[in-house]
């Protein structure tokens, strides 16, 4: 099953503007994090917010979390052709203490157009 | 460092019979955790390993198998393919069996069963 549910799932953008995604999720977490997925390649791990962080960055990549919505945005600005990818959103789920996993959201296919 | 790597990259199947999938993690990792994406499920947990021990398992048949070994290299196994095992499998390496450490993918393997 799904933890999160990525919105939307897909979006195309022109090339120098900026992307936002949505991630909403059912259960309390720890922290959650975003990866981005080429055309059908592995994840690649983009950013980590922790569930007492609000707002994090990193370099073009600006990610918010309100766990009082159980939701977190992905904003990447300045958008690039290379930046065409999948993006996911993935929580761990069964926040005990040595029994974590990631649940992985359903992701959002961003298309840019150059 | 070299990273995560998986073998094969692509795999044909028929049904019923039986598949290995393996996974060399990044040199000092010691935790091990595979994934299946499928275009109608999303990204499932299958299990994770750290220190050949099986710490965490997903929701899948018995016939989903794995293991680990001394040097962090881990495999699974399919037993009895089904159709609806054609996928691509992603395994993950991270220094600790914790989730809120970074988790580094593999390119993955993708399975087709026929």
């Known amino acids: 099953s799904q933890q999160g549910e990525e919105d939307p799932q897909a979006l195309s953008i022109q090339e120098g503007e900026n992307a936002t995604m949505n991630c909403s999720y059912k259960?309390?977490?720890?922290?959650l994090q975003w990866y981005r997925q080429n055309s059908g390649r592995g994840l690649v791990h983009l950013i980590l917010?922790?569930?007492?962080?609000r707002e994090k960055h990193s370099g073009r990549l600006r990610v918010t979390l309100d766990t009082s919505k159980k939701s977190s945005s992905l904003l990447i600005t300045a958008s690039r052709a290379a930046d065409t990818a999948s993006y996911f959103c993935?929580?761990?789920?069964?926040?005990?203490?040595?029994?974590?996993?990631?649940?992985f959201g359903t992701g959002t296919r961003l298309t840019i157009i150059p | 460092k070299a990273g995560v790597t998986q073998t094969p990259r692509y795999l044909i199947k028929t049904r019923g019979q039986q598949v290995t999938l393996s996974c060399s993690p990044i040199?000092?990792?010691?935790?091990v955790s595979w994934y299946q994406q499928t275009p109608g499920q999303g990204l499932q947990f299958l299990f994770e390993?750290?220190?050949?021990?099986?710490?965490n398992k997903g929701n899948f048949p018995g016939r989903f198998s794995g293991r680990q070994f001394s040097n962090s290299r881990s495999e699974m196994n399919v037993s009895t393919l089904e159709l609806g095992d054609s996928a691509l499998y992603l395994c993950?390496?991270?220094?600790?069996?914790?989730?809120?450490?970074?988790?580094?993918f593999g390119p993955g393997t993708r399975l087709l069963v026929l």
């Open positions: 917010i922790r569930s007492n962080e």
């Open positions: 259960t309390s977490i720890n922290n």
């Open positions: 993935a929580t761990d789920t069964e926040p005990n203490f040595g029994n974590e996993k990631l649940t």
């Open positions: 390993y750290f220190s050949e021990t099986q710490r």
């Open positions: 993950a390496s991270s220094t600790s069996w914790t989730v809120q450490e970074t988790q580094y």
């Open positions: 040199s000092g990792h010691r935790s």
